[in-house]
């Protein structure tokens, strides 16, 4: 069931277009990345879907609510994280939950220090939120932003700024979030190779237009044509041209084939298998920021 529909939205800012006659879904209990490069139109959806802003033509519909005329319901029922994170420097992390919580109508003490403790904040929870560090500042911007139990999250950027492991954990927490609590996620980034695992379907986003959809193995059966197979075997590159194998330039001394379909991975192993022994095969460049620049490519 979907939790979110635009359909054939259009915004301007000042004559300069963000978002072009765009129309996507989002369903209850997924995770959809909304992905793009910094001036794709991704936080005008945000923006949009959230009522903050209006658009100039078009429908939108979240939670069953328009943004339009009942943002002050539709924001009692979603959580937002934008980049900046929204937090007031000279108070404390405590005292910023306990504010937000009060707007929400969210009055139990409870919440918010489950919340800090969750995101490992409690031992700074009386320290003004200006001496923390980035990673803290976007630990409590989420813990905000779930004050409410919301059951739609909206994430612009969430990772902006965190090292490797702050980004990692953040991104395990919105997993858990969503298969514990059932929250509908849109987490927007131009950040690829970290979502790549997390989210359930991605849309491509390219000047306010839809460029693509879909989950990574509808994308890779519909773009991924051209197979390239890394082997980590014994059998030697002259071994296998001898077989009829096509082969390319090898990757950190492993032989690369070349294949002309997903479909026959199987049978050209089985084939292998027969000249010596095979340890492992790797699909290269089936990750999703290869897959998108073959859908910008192909849509040029």
Do not use: W
């Amino acid at each position: 069931m979907a939790v979110l529909l635009m359909e054939a939205v259009m915004k301007a800012y000042n004559g300069t277009p963000a978002i072009q006659d765009l129309s996507l879904t989002v369903d209850s209990g997924e995770i959809v990345g909304l992905l793009g490069p910094n001036g794709a139109g991704k936080t005008t959806c945000v923006r949009l879907l959230t009522g903050v802003i209006h658009p100039d033509a078009g429908k939108l519909k979240v939670l069953g609510l328009d943004p339009q005329t009942d943002g002050d319901e539709l924001r009692q029922q979603c959580g937002v994280l934008t980049e900046s994170a929204g937090l007031y420097p000279h108070m404390s992390g405590q005292d910023n939950l306990l504010f937000f919580g009060q707007l929400y109508g969210v009055r139990d003490r409870q919440r918010c220090d489950e919340l800090l403790d969750q995101f490992g904040l409690k031992e700074a929870k009386d320290r003004n939120v200006g001496t923390y560090s980035t990673g803290m500042k976007k630990r409590l911007g989420i813990a905000r932003a779930l004050l409410h139990r919301p059951r739609l999250l909206f994430l612009d950027e969430p990772t902006n700024g965190l090292d490797p492991e702050g980004a990692r954990d953040l991104l395990t927490y919105i997993r858990r979030l969503n298969e514990d609590e059932d929250v509908t996620v849109v987490l927007c980034t131009h950040l690829l190779r970290q979502v790549e695992s997390l989210c359930h379907r991605y849309i491509f986003l390219h000047r306010g237009q839809l460029l693509e959809e879909g989950t990574l193995p509808t994308l890779e059966a519909k773009y991924l044509q051209d197979i390239k197979l890394a082997l980590e075997t014994d059998i030697s590159e002259a071994a296998l041209r001898e077989a009829g194998f096509t082969l390319l330039a090898p990757l950190q001394r492993r032989p690369v084939l070349r294949i002309g379909d997903r479909s026959q991975i199987p049978e050209v192993l089985r084939s292998i298998t027969q000249l010596g022994s095979v340890y492992s095969a790797e699909i290269l460049e089936r990750d999703l920021e290869t897959l998108y620049f073959k859908v910008r490519g192909d849509r040029a």
